[in-house]
């Protein structure tokens, strides 16, 4: 009897489990909608934002595009790494993935003699590179589930003046591409210096655009600035959305887990039950026959 409360008891705390595990898959499976919603929204403005450079740069000189800082080339020595994390975990192996393509890249730079700083985004990633002797620049946890563009545009800001200040000579960013519900892949975007487009790809624009006060102030103050904050905002809702769907992913296994784990304890208390229903029988049997006797 001792054996069968323990099965029961057993049975009792994975079935409390299964509740946990089921009720945080419906949770992340409606924050993760919403995310690839507001992920899919966003791609129309950075084609725009693109559309917008490429027209800008078909119409301005090589000469005056070199007064600008954000398009600045030079010897990289020094490379800031924007790694993107989660906050929470039950996400499966999503963090892990990220953490092992930015220790590979790190040892790839280092190897390279350049200098590598971190701006690390998540509490997941503050916690891993914790004890690795690397600078960390700045650190941002406990950010919304769903990023905002005030979030993407005060890491851009800190990037820019961190590259403008001559800190550092590029920036990375290294976080997760989502590609559908059960499947993403970790990407390495380069954010700084920023890589215009060809001028070969700009296609002639259908009406006259004026850029007041003129082009290259349009760049300096509008263009460069907002095409970096996409990137970046880009980057925070594809991770998001990854997050999110990892962990729907992961929840949805365990779940899957404690049923089956739920029915194998159940048919080895029914077992255990019927042993010793016939345990019983067999000593009422036999207590029969020695009274008969």
């Known amino acids: 009897m001792a054996n069968l409360k323990a099965i029961r008891n057993r049975i009792k705390s ?5 509740k946990i595990t089921k009720a945080m898959k419906m949770v992340a499976a409606a924050k993760v909608r919403r995310a690839q919603m507001k992920m899919m929204a966003a791609r129309p403005f950075t084609q725009a934002v693109v559309g917008m450079l490429k027209r800008a740069v078909s119409e301005i000189a090589e000469i005056d595009l070199q007064g600008l800082q954000l398009l600045e080339r030079r010897p990289i020595k020094t490379v800031a790494i924007i790694i993107l994390s989660s906050d929470r975990g039950l996400c499966g192996g999503y963090n892990s993935v990220i953490f092992r393509e930015a220790m590979v890249r790190i040892k790839q730079l280092q190897e390279e003699k350049k200098e590598v700083k971190l701006i690390l985004i998540g509490l997941k990633a503050a916690a891993f590179f914790k004890s690795i ?6 650190q941002h946890t406990n ?4 990023p905002s563009v005030e979030v ?3 890491i851009a800001k800190e990037a820019a003046d961190l590259y403008i200040d001559k800190t550092v000579d590029a920036v990375e960013l290294i976080g997760s591409d989502f590609i559908n519900l059960l499947r993403s892949q970790v990407i390495n975007t380069k954010v700084l210096p920023i890589d215009l487009p060809p001028r070969g790809d700009a296609k002639l624009p259908s009406a006259e655009t004026l850029f007041e ?3 290259v102030e349009v760049m300096r103050l509008e263009l460069l600035p907002k095409y970096m904050e996409n990137v970046i905002f880009q980057g925070l809702l594809e991770a998001s959305a990854s997050e999110l769907a990892a962990r729907m ?7 899957n887990n404690a049923r ?9 208390y029914n077992k255990a039950r019927q042993a010793g229903i016939t345990q019983e029988l067999l000593e009422i049997v ?8």
Do not use: C, F, H, Y
């Open 249 to 255: 992913n992961a929840m949805t296994n365990a779940s």
């Open 133 to 138: 002797k690397i600078e960390k620049i700045k």
């Open 143 to 146: 950010l919304p589930a769903i």
């Open 152 to 154: 993407a545009r005060l």
């Open 260 to 268: 089956d784990l739920i029915s194998s304890l159940t048919l080895e």
């Open 286 to 293: 036999g207590g029969a026959e020695a009274l008969k006797g």
């Open 213 to 215: 006060p003129s082009i």
């Open 14 to 18: 994975v079935q409390s489990t299964q």
